[in-house]
């Protein structure tokens, strides 16, 4: 009966487990006595494998471990914060409380491949970012403590300071583990956008070469970031950030299919203004471009001739030292269909005509964003502060017009894209994508994921009743979905569905992760009830739809069925894909288990302990079930 029964996965995923299950069923002579032959995999790769006693790449202490920190499950989970959302019932849009390596986690499950765009604008390591430990079960006050981000009066300090000797280090087994578990969200056609600085920039290419591949690098965006320079800096005047981009996978070539795929940009009005029909073409309006080559005479002598103006009869020869571009026959190709333009009164050099309606609607972008182009930090702190006029609610936010073209390069505004940010910070990515939507009636939907990093109580944030970023980051949504609610309606969504990350709400999955346990502590454990007295029956549905790989958006409500207190998550189309019965206090009747099953949902989900140690009416149940085909849950 147990293979009629499926048991809610107490962790997220094991990626070594999982990899090693992979490996055997690619190369099943690689598993032998249930271990991977290192030796045997070296032999069938043969010439593919490097030399171990040379090896390129990036290095740094603390590394290995860093790769131990992605790979190890948690049985962490989120606990849905109904009071300091908005449109619970209605939103696709999530905002996650809590240190993002272990939120990475928990989105394996559900978010696995399905991620589009990922914007992150990491710590840039300049002596004063605080670097992140991985042990979210310290509690909040300990984490801070540890990490130095605070002192006893909840005000900010150095905590990475290039004293400490492992300065670089340090920076590095934070990030890494944290893009190995995001390269996994994204889909086969997604990217991810990195902003750095000259601190990091040198070390987190090479170290995004690694995770996502060097044939997949996409560019290296320089991105003005100022109006003007500093006089009083040391040396030079920084005045340009970096973005990196890479796909998760990269296209061959112009023509693959597969891969992503990167959007044109719209043609401004002065890029358009610039065709004309000065001579009347029927082809429309044209520019005109240069017809010579970076070639001399000498290299090409085929490339320097005399082209003749049809109409006058005039002899032209272009410079010795830049040739034509074409040769002769496919030049008087372009003459004998007007394609070559000798100035209004035919006595120009010629120049080759190129038509509007020949040319793509998009621009290629460029590596090199201006502040015109995509924002400065200037503007980005006016925006704030437009948005904020009672307090300065943040010093160094990105500006929302450069997301903006992320997310013109990256999303569609007809796709049900998804946006990752788990550097929210000011959240200025949810900005973004909310004011595009409003643009462009999209349905791109955001996944924002911060630590509540104390704001400090003699700030300006706590001053105004705001104690964490997270708590700031939230109201920074609210006010600009308020701000645009005049001008979309539905269904445009202008929500966010908030959770905060919290350890197990079942007290056996928590501990059994906690502790080595001898057969007795086993026994003990088994005793116990499954979930924790203060949990309620959202807590204990979100933790185990997450677990069993639903998303954060799911249509739940409360219903009564049989007299039993249930809960319904509905598909799309409105049928029931989950009824869960969470309450182990009262042992369900067969008679009102049946009328569960009646509902025919896709999946019953119903509490261990509710069964009370009655095995007869649990497999009652699964054999109803199994009668009409729905799946049996436990947890």
């Known amino acids: 009966m147990t293979d009629e029964i499926h048991e809610t996965p107490s962790t997220t995923p094991n990626f070594q487990t999982e990899l090693a299950v992979q490996l055997a069923d690619l190369i099943p002579e690689t598993i032998a006595d249930g271990k991977v032959d290192v030796e045997k995999l070296k032999e069938l790769l ?25 790979q190890e499950p948690t049985t962490a989970t989120l606990k849905p914060d109904f009071e300091n959302s908005k449109d619970w019932d209605t939103t696709e849009n999530v905002f996650i409380e809590g240190d993002n390596l272990e939120v990475l986690k928990i989105l394996q499950k559900h978010y696995h491949a399905k991620i589009k765009l990922i914007y992150i604008d990491p710590p840039y390591n300049t002596g004063k970012d605080f670097v992140y430990p991985d042990n979210y079960k310290e509690g909040l006050d300990t984490y801070l403590e540890w990490t130095r981000q605070v002192n006893e009066e909840g005000k900010k300090v ?7 000797g492992r300065y670089h280090s340090n920076w590095l087994n934070m990030m890494y583990p944290r893009l190995k578990l995001a390269r996994n969200l994204l889909t086969d056609d997604g990217v991810i956008f990195i902003s750095i600085d000259d601190n990091e920039q040198d070390n987190l290419r090479k170290l995004c070469n690694e995770i996502f591949g060097e044939a997949n690098f996409i560019a290296q965006i320089v991105w003005q970031k100022k109006q003007s320079p500093q006089n009083d800096a040391t040396y030079m005047s920084a005045m340009h950030d970096y973005v990196l981009v890479y796909a998760r996978r990269s296209k061959a070539d112009k023509s693959d299919p ?63 030292e830049t040739v034509w571009r074409y040769e002769r026959s496919s030049m008087q ?71 903006k073209r992320i997310l013109d390069l990256a999303t569609s505004a007809d796709a049900d894209d998804i946006v990752l ?70 269904p445009t969504d202008l929500g966010f569905r908030a959770y905060t990350l919290a350890d197990s709400n079942f007290s056996k999955w928590r501990l059994s992760s906690d502790v080595e346990e001898d057969a007795l502590q086993q026994h003990l454990l088994s005793l116990r009830d499954s979930a924790t007295d203060d949990a309620s029956a959202d807590d204990l549905l979100t933790e185990i739809l997450i677990k069993q790989g639903y998303s ?28 869960a019965y969470l309450n182990e206090h009262v042992k369900p009747t067969l008679e009102q288990l049946r009328a569960l099953v009646d509902e025919s949902p896709t999946r ?14 649990k497999t009652n149940l699964a054999q109803l079930a199994k009668s009409k085909g729905i799946e049996l849950w436990t947890a």
């Not at 006693?53 to 920190?69: C, I, M, Q, Y």
């Not at 150095?158 to 400490?164: I, L, P, Q, V």
């Open 333 to 403: 190709r372009l003459i004998d269909e007007n394609r070559i333009w000798f100035g209004r009164n035919d006595e120009g050099f010629p120049r080759q005509k190129r038509f509007r309606s020949e040319i793509d609607d998009g621009v290629t972008p460029s590596t090199w964003w201006t502040r015109d182009f995509a924002g400065d930090n200037q503007q980005a702190r006016r925006g704030i502060r437009k948005l904020f006029p009672d307090f300065d609610a943040f010093s160094t936010p990105k500006p929302v017009s450069l997301v």
């Open 158 to 164: 150095s905590t990475n300071a290039e004293t400490e």
């Open 552 to 579: 954060l958006s799911e249509a739940v409500s409360p219903a009564e069925i049989g007299g039993l207190d249930v809960r319904l998550v509905r598909d799309r189309d409105g049928d029931i894909a989950v009824l």
């Open 604 to 617: 019953i989900i119903v509490l261990e302990d509710a069964f009370q140690g009655d095995d007869e009416l």
């Open 46 to 70: 043969n010439g593919d494998v490097a030399d171990s006693s040379e090896r390129f790449g990036l290095f740094w202490p603390g590394k290995k471990r860093a790769l131990r920190a992605a």
């Open 258 to 320: 597969e891969g992503f795929a990167m959007n044109k940009l719209a043609r401004t009005a002065a890029q358009e203004e610039k065709f004309k029909n000065v001579d009347d073409d029927p082809r429309g309006p044209w520019i005109s471009i240069d017809l010579t080559s970076n070639k001399n005479a000498s290299e090409r002598p085929n490339l320097y001739y005399p082209v003749i103006n049809p109409a006058t009869g005039r002899e032209i020869l272009p410079n010795r």
């Open 421 to 490: 940010d788990f550097f929210s910070g000011s959240a200025t990515t949810a900005h973004a994508v909310l004011e595009k939507n409003a643009e462009d009636s999209g349905r791109r939907r955001f996944v924002m994921v911060q630590l509540p990093e104390p704001t400090g109580d003699n700030s300006e944030p706590g001053r105004a009743g705001y104690p964490t970023i997270s708590s700031v980051s939230r109201e920074r949504i609210r006010r600009v979905a308020n701000s645009l609610t005049e001008l979309v309606g539905p």
